[in-house]
């Protein structure tokens, strides 16, 4: 396959598509698994600050 082949840059395209949905889905995972770990050391937290 010629380097110049539409198909192959198509293919190279939606590749890099799907690793930038990988990432942002990933980001959004992490940011909510970060929340969550926020509100549960906070809800922990609380017993022992009164």
């Known amino acids: 396959?010629?380097?110049?082949?539409?198909?192959l840059?198509?293919?190279l395209g939606n590749v890099w598509a799907a690793l930038g949905t990988?990432?942002?889905?990933?980001?959004v995972l992490w940011a909510a698994?970060?929340?969550l770990w926020a509100a549960l050391v906070a809800l922990?937290?609380?017993?022992?600050a009164a």
């Open 1 to 7: 396959m010629a380097l110049g082949s539409g198909a």
């Open 9 to 11: 840059w198509a293919a």
């Open 22 to 27: 990988f990432w942002t889905a990933f980001a």
């Open 33 to 35: 698994i970060g929340d």
């Open 44 to 48: 922990f937290a609380v017993p022992f």
